[in-house]
């Protein structure tokens, strides 16, 4: 069973950095992006930032300038290193994939369960 757990929420002050990670495993063919959204209490959830196989990355206006998105397509990891963080940062985090599992033989994408990430003074 194909699964992503992520790791690296927290709570930190504002101004001050976190680095999450993100691991798929399973029986997966082929991964084409992985990323990262968040869902804030009251809000949808939103895009924070994606990153292809290729290393192609896509950042939400919000994020840009102070999250970096990476991966290591070897171990089917992403990871976003947090900068400058601000009390609206606080949110639940998501890690997502678009991938084909070898089960399904189909694209489709899946979820993390989400790791909490509070920016507070």
């Known amino acids: 069973q194909v699964q992503l757990v992520e790791s690296g929420g927290g709570l930190v002050q504002p101004g001050g950095s976190l680095r999450l990670s993100c691991a798929a495993s399973g029986s997966i063919l082929g991964i084409n992006a992985m990323g990262w959204y968040r869902q804030a209490a009251g809000k949808q959830r939103e895009l924070v930032a994606t990153?292809?196989?290729?290393?192609?990355?896509n950042y939400a206006d919000s994020a840009k300038g102070r999250f970096t998105i990476s991966r290591d397509n070897a171990k089917n990891a992403v990871f976003l290193q947090m900068n400058s963080l601000k009390p609206e940062d606080t949110a639940v985090y998501y890690c997502?994939?678009?991938?084909?599992?070898?089960?399904?033989?189909?694209?489709?994408?899946?979820w993390g369960q989400g790791t909490q990430v509070t920016v507070s003074s």
């Open positions: 990153i292809t196989s290729g290393g192609s990355t």
């Open positions: 997502t994939a678009y991938l084909q599992a070898i089960s399904t033989s189909s694209w489709r994408y899946y």
